[in-house]
């Protein structure tokens, strides 16, 4: 199978789309766990299709499943737990410690100079092919 893959931005974007009104509970719930998956809960089964990237049902194993975030899941696109072993951080908590690592520079900006004589920092290393 081939792994799905979905985006924040899109979850967001597609929320907004729903003909739901805001006063009431939409019949789909998607929460974004702290450092883990995607939490799905469904009212009602038909109320979410939930398909990969050529259009293709994906069969769901119920109303209330996980769907991975973190990429290194075993039963891709559904969570399996791997996030918690490999250590696997959400966006802002990765950011946040990666910009505390750097002394408070933020993400994007070139880190301060070093000191004449200091040790220089390894250069990052870029993981090759899929992740």
Known sequence: MVPLQISVAFLQRSARQLPFPET???????TIRNNGPYRVEIENEGDV???DHEGNAVAMPGLKFSLCRC??????????????????????????EF????GGAVAGSPAPAAEPGAA??????????PV
């Open 49 to 51: 299709k939930l398909v």
């Open 99 to 102: 910009d505390a690592q750097r």
């Open 71 to 96: 990429g290194a899941s075993l039963k891709k696109p559904f969570c399996d737990g791997t996030h918690s072993k490999i250590g696997f951080k959400g966006a802002q908590e990765a950011a946040a």
């Open 120 to 129: 220089q920092p390894a250069p990052p290393v870029r993981a090759e092919g």
């Open 24 to 30: 009431n509970m939409s019949p789909v719930n998607i």
